[in-house]
């Protein structure tokens, strides 16, 4: 690479070029865009009235949208753009650049690619509601905001972890991937309050403040609720962790490191099963 930069900057600013050209990220970025626009619109219609929801409302109200889409999405993205391409992939890593390098420069690419789309849905709904509702409420959204960039970078590194090493046709690494999403985000919940129903209180209560830990889409729905509404929307598994805690403060604090733990743990997986492929 002789182009000016370090080989990181220069293998993300590739990945994004061809991530923003992609179709994919191009539907994502209107989907999620209509959307949002159109939870922001639906509480006050759902409940008899009219005209669009201040930022804490419409907040709460996207919180369950941003954690079905933006898992789902990072996932389908990341596997389809990691995944090992004959020819392709062999011409990119006989380049003098390390593996690893390569690798964290197009999750950075990616990264910003899938933040630029969210950014268009959650710019749009901003600004209606801000025309709307004035700017009550802000801070909840602005968390919701960056609750939806932290998965993002979470199930990218998972996508890598699937993708990286697989050989073959995109097939598998993809129906692993919706597998992946399917049981974050759908089955998880209802398993874990399903084998605490079987347990005694203690160790039923032990057992939902792991639950929140282990899974990031559980820690981002806590701290983002916690941040915007306390423990009025919380469930029994956040309620849990919240006595453990003893506290907003420390809860905060244990929340964000499994997010960090959950960033790292799966791109250095990632890292080292490109380092150990046969490309």
């Not at 992609?22 to 970025?29: D, P």
């Not at 097939?171 to 399903?194: E, K, M």
Request: one cysteine or more; charged letters at 10%; proline letters at 3%.
């Amino acid at each position: 690479m002789t182009a000016k930069g370090s080989p990181l900057l220069l293998c993300s600013h590739q990945e994004l070029l061809l991530a923003v050209r992609s179709r994919w990220i191009q539907i994502f970025a209107v989907v999620f865009a209509c959307l949002s626009l159109a939870v922001a619109a639906s509480g006050y219609i759902l409940s008899g009235g009219h005209g669009f929801q201040d930022f804490s409302r419409t907040a709460v109200s996207l919180v369950q949208l941003v954690l079905l889409l933006v898992p789902l999405t990072a996932l389908v993205i990341g596997v389809l753009s990691l995944s090992p391409e004959r020819g392709a992939s062999e011409l990119l890593f006989s380049q003098p650049v390390s593996r690893e390098t390569i690798l964290l420069g197009r999750l950075l690419g990616l990264f910003q690619a899938l933040a630029g789309a969210q950014a268009i849905g959650f710019g749009a709904a901003g600004l209606v509601v801000f025309s709307q509702a004035g700017e009550q409420g802000i801070g909840g959204f602005l968390l919701l905001v960056l609750g939806s960039l932290l998965l993002t970078a979470v199930f990218l590194g998972i996508a890598a972890v699937v993708a990286c090493g697989a050989a073959g046709r995109r097939s598998r690494p993809l129906a692993l991937a919706l597998v992946i999403w399917f049981v974050a985000v759908l089955i998880y919940d209802v398993a874990a309050l399903g084998l605490a129903s079987l347990l005694p209180s203690g160790s039923a209560s032990r057992l939902l403040i792991l639950a929140v830990l282990l899974n990031p889409v559980d820690a981002v729905r806590t701290g983002t609720l916690l941040g915007i509404e306390g423990t009025a929307a919380f469930g029994a598994a956040s309620l849990a962790f919240l006595r453990f805690t003893r506290g907003a403060a420390n809860a905060v604090w244990l929340l964000s490191f499994s997010l960090l733990v959950w960033i790292a743990l799966p791109a250095a997986v990632a890292a080292w099963r490109l380092k150990k492929a046969d490309l």
